[in-house]
């Protein structure tokens, strides 16, 4: 592959960098080399004789973890080139320490980011069989009528935390049976980050649109399917 084909998969020089100078060659059991450390104390005179075996799971292991450690500002710029620009986004810096923590790549971090600003054209069809039910839609409106009476006191996931576990607690619910159908609704799918993180991103009124939109084109017909 050349380097640039790398670059297009979203590896960071420096995790690629880090995975090549481990190639044959070892510090004891340190993985993880500054450009300062690999300076310093790389020797060609240390190089294994033997055949190096290329690891793809290394390689992602290295990438997530310097995606994972350089700053907003260097994400934000390094995603341009896959036509993904967060540098105007109000919430920049949420929707960035949230999508970086399971991004392994420029490439999912990209895809991460879009999954939650971009509202969902369609809806995983075996999540929505498996969590709405008949009750989750009258559920689901109690819910939002929640988030919007209480909208001024909702900044951080945490406030947002705040109003939801009574509301299960009162409703006598499970997480997932809240939780699930709120990530299908706003992401389409159920394997999304925490729903109080992606509510204080999208903030209440984008939110309470896209749970109703996802109960007018998808919700309402599993049940009636059921």
């Not at 880090?18 to 044959?24: S, T």
């Not at 260097?74 to 919430?91: P, S, T, W």
């Not at 054209?121 to 929505?128: A, E, H, L, R, V």
């Not at 159908?181 to 649109?209: C, F």
């Amino acid at each position: 592959m050349d380097v640039m084909d790398y670059k297009r998969l979203g590896y960071l020089p420096e995790a690629l960098l880090n995975f090549l100078v481990r190639l044959g060659w070892s510090h004891g059991d340190q993985e993880i080399f500054s450009m300062d450390e690999m300076l310093e104390l790389f020797d060609p005179e240390n190089i294994n004789k033997s055949a190096s075996a290329y690891n793809t799971e290394k390689l992602n292991w290295l990438n997530a973890h310097y995606i994972k450690n350089v700053s907003n500002d260097r994400l934000a710029n390094d995603l341009k080139f896959h036509e993904c620009e967060i540098h105007g986004h109000d919430k920049k810096e949420m929707v960035l320490d949230l999508c970086k923590e399971r991004a392994n790549t420029l490439v999912e971090l990209k895809d991460a980011i879009s999954n939650i600003l971009k509202a969902p054209s369609s809806y995983d069809k075996k999540g929505s069989k498996k969590f709405i039910k008949e009750t989750t839609v009258d559920m689901l409106h109690s819910y939002t009528k929640l988030l919007d009476e209480t909208n001024q006191e909702l900044h951080l996931a945490c406030d947002i935390e705040a109003i939801t576990k009574p509301f299960i607690e009162q409703n006598e619910l499970k997480f997932p049976q809240l939780f699930q159908p709120i990530r299908i609704a706003l992401t389409g799918g159920t394997n999304a980050p925490s729903v109080y993180d992606i509510i204080a991103i999208l903030g209440v009124s984008e939110t309470i649109k896209r749970i109703n939109t996802a109960i007018e084109k998808n919700f309402d017909k599993e049940i009636v399917n059921d």
